[in-house]
């Protein structure tokens, strides 16, 4: 079996970096520790019961983070801190053994030379016997920290000792009676403090940052043999039939935004991603550092599982800006379930670091498997958040983990700017824009065409007020049709505002007419045909208006644009209006109807702005059908276009139609108290309904009794409910087949009535403010 050039590459970096480790300790002498506390004075070593019974007086309960809340609570953290305002140490005196000791420390964790450990003080900590801090992890204060310092000063205790914990691997740290234990470990370890028997343990606690650039620094002895091989496994990886994209080496370590940085790389990490990125320059291929999300599902089991247990769930507590210092408690251990098979696996790119002191940019790329390397499996980490579904009858027990994962992203440098494209679709933008700027229009048309195969997707992801201008211009600049249209596609016309109006007008300018026509009939088919309620393009072109006057005052390319974006909504108002009157409920189709109004009166404005009143004409016409449902849609039209300030064209038509059409139905003879009969709406032709014609028609009958079939009846009752008849439909079950009793409802006659003082409603007010004649204020 052929081994891919990605776990080649994985292997090949496995024992890199492999004398660094999570966690370090050292001992050092107390000579130089003069630490004094307010309240209670000169602390002497090793610290006396006494001593520690009287810090614990003077501390507070420690807290935790939960969240965005700082909770207390002694069954997870159970502790007596001692302010940092309360705690006086001599700095110059303590730096003598302190910085020789980080130095040690920063060896032991793997930091190459030219790195330099910081310490500083975060709190003063006091055990008492029964005192305990439950596995939890620290959060990252500031963007250079990467780690805790815990300083033991010593005393006589029992129990108390630190664990901590990195991929399954656990070291455990206990204190000295006469020398300061140092324990330095990276902040996305775990760790624990067990139960305190007996004395006090009382320790200091440090902010470990991390000062220097490591992305210079070669790995302490680093084999250029290996350096080539990795580097020709990048070559083989990005020549393989169909070739990813990228690759995505995983890190062992996890990373936060603001602690991402080439200089505060952990243990193994900064050694691997040192390699790595040479071997990327070898290959002639660009590295980033990147943050990743994992989320993986497995098949999984409780130690003791039964098929009657339900669902458990631990997760990741913390909130980073707590001062409490803490960023996780795990209620549960991921490690007690039992993992079988991985069922699923997603993986995102979710934002990455180009250069040292650059910022981290958000990306949002979802990763396939084809990318990923990694020496570490995933599922040998443990993970910030874990949810356990039980035995759910056809579902099975699965165990969800998601995870956080530096990784080094690499690609070649000849795809450098589509793959960037593809991550941050601004900057492709901005980049074009400067490329043309320069001069160089046809490299910029050139790479504009690599965006193809993902833009539509990209461009998705942004949110952004003003991206689409951006692309808008973009696009003019380039001065090419089809890459013109390939950087707006994805968009649609919903998109254009008024502040819109002169790149619009710009790109007719440069392209013409038809180009622009094929432009919006693109944006068109992007819409969904959805009712009941409005829609977005309801909304939109009900703001339509606006854009039209904005766009005539922006030239003749402008008003262009703007009558075809009249027509094209047109066009789109019509199928929506047909297809309402395709709706078999009489109620939702009046709605629907009175609904379309108002972008319909938005239309017959916007072409107003133009003096188009063959455009009004157009649409009056189409409103003038016979069908009476109709007049709801015209009505609504003339009260929204008849308010004070619109100059919609049509209105005299459409006005006078809906008058005759209401006097009309108005004078019809009102229905005779013993005229039980209903029409029931054209459809269906089939016997059933033949029958069921019959018996509504008849003006003397009120109940039908008809023995028919289940299947049969249904059909019955669906004719009926769909045309909201004033009909009852009961099953008599009696006999085979049973008895369907259909009855005449009075709601015939109160719809009727209600009907007609709708009717007579709107005529009022057409006759008084929305008829052919009426003023407007």
């Not at 403090?193 to 490591?214: A, E």
């Not at 990228?246 to 193994?268: M, N, P």
């Not at 390397?373 to 759910?392: F, H, I, V």
């Amino acid at each position: 079996m052929t081994v891919s050039a990605r776990d080649r590459l994985a292997d090949l970096l496995v024992g890199v970096g492999g004398q660094a480790s999570f966690s370090a300790a050292r001992t050092a002498p107390t000579d130089d520790l003069l630490l004094e506390v307010r309240g209670l004075g000169p602390l002497r070593f090793p610290v006396t019961e006494m001593q520690s019974r009287q810090l614990c007086a003077l501390g507070r309960p420690a807290r935790y983070g939960q969240g965005e809340q700082t909770l207390l609570d002694s069954a997870v953290r159970n502790t007596w801190e001692i302010p940092k305002s309360r705690v006086k140490i001599d700095k110059r005196r303590w730096n003598k053994t302190l910085a020789p000791v980080l130095e040690r420390l920063g060896g032991d964790l793997g930091l190459p030379e030219g790195c330099k450990l910081e310490a500083q003080l975060h709190s003063m900590l006091v055990y008492a016997p029964g005192q305990f801090f439950v596995r939890h992890q620290d959060s990252e204060k500031e963007d250079a920290m990467v780690g805790s310092l815990v300083v033991t000063l010593p005393s006589t205790f029992t129990g108390g000792a630190l664990e901590v914990e990195h991929r399954g691997d656990v070291s455990i740290y206990r204190g000295s009676k006469k020398a300061l234990s140092c324990v330095a470990f990276y902040s996305d370890c775990r760790h624990q403090i067990k139960p305190v028997r007996s004395g006090h343990r009382v320790v200091l606690t440090y902010n470990l940052m991390l000062h220097g650039d490591q992305a210079v620094v070669l790995p302490r002895g680093g084999d250029p043999k290996l350096i080539d091989e990795v580097a020709r496994c990048l070559d083989r990886h990005f020549n393989e039939p169909a070739p990813p994209r990228r690759l995505i080496y995983l890190l062992d370590h996890e990373y936060t935004a603001r602690g991402l940085s080439w200089s505060c790389l952990k243990g193994a990490d900064a050694v691997r991603v040192s390699m790595l990125r040479g071997a990327a320059e070898q290959a002639s291929c660009e590295a980033v550092l990147a943050l990743i999300d994992v989320h993986e599902t497995w098949n999984a089991f409780e130690p003791e599982w039964h098929p009657w247990y339900g669902r458990s769930r631990y997760s990741r507590w913390g909130d980073e800006d707590d001062d409490s210092g803490v960023d996780a408690v795990d209620q549960e251990v991921a490690s007690d379930y039992q993992l079988d098979e991985l069922i699923d696996s997603n993986v995102t790119l979710d934002s990455w670091l180009g250069s040292p002191g650059g910022k981290v940019v958000e990306v949002g790329l979802s990763i396939g498997e084809d990318e990923l390397s990694a020496s570490t499996p995933t599922g040998d980490l443990s993970p910030y958040a874990s949810e356990y579904e039980g035995y759910m009858g056809n579902w099975g027990n699965t165990l969800d983990r998601w995870y956080h994962r530096g990784a080094l992203v690499v690609w070649p440098t000849s795809q450098d700017f589509s793959v960037r494209a593809e991550a941050s679709p601004s900057w492709a933008l901005d980049f074009l824009a400067a490329v043309v700027r320069k001069g160089d229009v046809a490299t910029a048309r050139h790479e504009a065409t690599t965006l193809a195969t993902f833009w539509n997707k990209a461009t998705a992801r942004v949110d952004s007020k003003g991206f689409f201008t951006k692309v808008m211009r973009t696009a003019r600049l380039l001065e090419e049709p089809s890459t013109a249209a390939l950087l707006l596609q994805p968009f649609s016309k919903e998109r254009l505002a008024p502040n819109h109006a002169k790149a619009m007008s710009g790109l007719i300018e440069v392209y013409g007419e038809q180009w622009a026509a094929d432009l919006i009939e693109t944006w068109s088919t992007r819409r969904r045909w959805y009712r009941p309620g409005a829609t977005d393009t309801e909304v939109w072109i009900a703001s339509l208006p606006r854009l039209c006057v904005a766009l005539a005052e922006s030239g003749d390319p402008g008003r262009t644009a703007a009558i075809l974006l009249l027509h094209d909504s047109w066009k789109w108002l019509r199928k929506a209006i047909e297809r309402t009157l395709d709706l078999p409920s009489p109620s939702q189709r009046r709605k629907d109807l009175a609904e379309l109004g108002h972008p319909v009166a938005a239309v017959l404005e916007g072409a107003s702005v133009f003096g188009a009143a063959d455009f009004g004409d157009e649409a009056a016409g189409f409103l003038c059908q016979d069908p009476d449902d109709l007049v709801s849609c015209g009505i609504e039209v003339l009260r929204v276009a008849r308010k004070p300030g619109s100059s919609a064209v049509g209105l005299d038509a459409i006005a006078d139609h809906c008058r005759r059409a209401l006097e009309g139905r108005l004078a019809r003879p009102l229905r005779p108290a013993d005229d039980w009969s209903i029409k029931l709406p054209d459809g269906c032709t089939c016997d059933l309904c033949g029958t069921l014609t019959n018996f509504l028609s008849d003006r003397a009958r009120k109940v039908f009794e008809w023995p028919i079939a289940k299947d049969r009846r249904a059909h019955v009752h669906a004719r009926i409910d769909r045309a909201e008849l004033p009909v009852s439909h009961e099953t008599r079950r009696k006999g085979s087949p049973y008895t369907l009793v259909l009855t005449k409802t009075h709601a015939l006659f109160e719809q009727e009535k209600q009907t007609r003082l709708s009717d007579e409603a709107d005529l009022k007010w057409l006759r008084v403010k929305g008829g052919p004649h009426s003023k407007r204020r």
